[in-house]
């Protein structure tokens, strides 16, 4: 029995039939997409299927009842939901960024009340996210800063009972929808430039994380990505992320492809669809002037012959670095593999989408269209940590044999 043919005791199901079920809710999503683009309205029938299917665990162990997915099966399974809608993929990785991040965790043997904290609070985020089906949503992103978080500015003060948080964010995917923001911030006065950033989690009824409802952007426009406002905000002590202050920038430097790799399987799943769309509709549109399926043009054949060579090196390179995070995770190999299908990924969507347009005409440039769309989607990918700059800065470090497990060393 294969890696992918491992079936999940509690579940009851394998990895394939994990891939598939993203496949077919993919598939679902594909009549919705064009509404919540134009509407920029959040995704909310989409989410109820992803509840539904269970997906809210697909990262979740299966003895508490998860599916277990490894890193390679999320890739996958991202990706074939990105296929029916991009929005929807991004922001259901922003819930896998919290809860997926938890499943790699080897806390057995640490022992003491520190062990205690950090399985209660696992287990909490479990049982929230498979029993009471709720959403999280990472909110990290700042004005002016972007994901760089040496350089944070909203800050926490330790108080009677837990903390109080300050300050803004401003790229939060799901606010005004998930039900609790995991908030990076650093201790308040820390000067170091590699401060103690810790993780908070803050209830979205919570009366002093306030919503700004401003997103109206050029792609990914359903998936609520508004700016959230801390103003004195208290959250009790068991709020804090694993019961573990300080730790945060350290863990993304160790072990960057939450932060990043998760959105390898979003663009991939653009690129897919666009590829798709573009075969199936220079199957049918006609050579001018006569009945010959452009298809038949061997100029079109040898387009869509390199577009498939591309799309297909970007597919194994992301699937082959997936596959060395669940094998070797935080290892200099994963790392570099992650940033490599990051810009690759980001780099093709781009291109590929813009040739699909020039190859299959004018007309495809109609919001009728899900082109013009994937277009639009596809534009934003090097723009997500890591930015494709932030890639190739990355990649050259490492290839001068920088270590880059320490959080100076690198883009955050």
């Known amino acids: 029995m294969?890696?992918?043919?491992?079936?999940?005791?509690?579940?009851?199901?394998?990895?394939?039939?994990?891939?598939?079920?993203?496949?077919?809710?993919?598939?679902k999503f594909v009549s919705r997409a064009a509404k919540y683009d134009v509407e920029g309205s959040f995704p909310v029938e989409n989410f109820d299927d992803l509840k539904e299917a269970g997906l809210l665990g697909i990262m979740i162990p299966t003895e508490y009842g998860g599916m277990g997915a490894d890193f390679l099966t999320y890739t996958r399974a991202l990706e074939q939901l990105s296929k029916g809608d991009a929005s929807t993929g991004l922001?259901?990785?922003m819930h896998n960024i919290a809860v997926g991040s938890l499943s790699e965790l080897q806390i057995d043997g640490i022992g003491g009340t520190r062990e205690e904290r950090m399985k209660g609070f696992i287990t909490w985020v479990y049982d929230q996210s498979i029993k009471e089906k709720k959403i999280f949503a990472s909110a990290s992103s700042e004005p002016g800063i972007g994901a760089h978080f040496s350089k944070l500015k909203t800050t926490y003060n330790r108080v009677d009972g837990g903390f109080v948080i300050n300050g803004v964010k401003n790229w939060v995917s799901m606010a005004g929808y998930a039900d609790y923001y995991v908030v990076a911030a650093r201790v308040a006065d820390s000067e170091s430039e590699t401060p103690a950033v810790s993780f908070l989690v803050v209830d979205k009824?919570?009366?002093?994380?306030?919503?700004?409802?401003?997103?109206?952007?050029?792609?990914?426009?359903?998936?609520?990505?508004?700016?959230?406002?801390?103003?004195?905000?208290?959250?009790?002590?068991?709020?804090l992320f694993l019961g573990s202050e300080g730790m945060a920038l350290y863990k993304?430097?160790?072990?960057?492809?939450?932060?990043v790799g998760g959105y390898n399987g979003v663009y991939l799943g653009i690129c897919s669809a666009t590829f798709e769309f573009m075969v199936e509709y220079l199957k049918t549109k006609k050579i001018p002037g006569t009945q010959t399926p452009l298809s038949e043009d061997s100029r079109i054949q040898h387009k869509v012959g390199e577009l498939y060579a591309q799309l297909e090196a970007t597919r194994r390179v992301t699937y082959d670095a997936a596959r060395l995070v669940t094998e070797r995770p935080g290892t200099p190999e994963a790392n570099m593999a992650i940033h490599h299908a990051k810009f690759m990924v980001s780099e093709l969507g781009p291109r590929l989408t813009s040739e699909a347009?020039?190859?299959?005409?004018?007309?495809t440039i109609s919001r009728r269209m899900p082109l013009e769309r994937y277009f639009r989607e596809a534009r934003c990918g090097g723009l997500m940590p890591a930015t494709s700059d932030e890639c190739l800065f990355y990649l050259g470090k490492a290839a001068f044999g920088t270590d880059l497990s320490k959080p100076s060393e690198t883009y955050w």
């Open 252 to 259: 993304i430097a160790r072990e960057p492809h939450w932060l």
């Open 91 to 93: 922001t259901f990785n």
């Open 2 to 27: 294969n890696q992918n043919e491992h079936k999940n005791i509690k579940t009851g199901i394998n990895n394939n039939q994990i891939i598939e079920l993203c496949r077919e809710l993919g598939q």
């Open 357 to 363: 347009i020039r190859t299959c005409g004018g007309s």
């Open 205 to 239: 009824e919570n009366p002093n994380a306030r919503v700004e409802f401003t997103w109206d952007v050029l792609g990914m426009r359903a998936t609520s990505t508004n700016p959230v406002y801390f103003e004195d905000c208290f959250v009790p002590t068991e709020a």
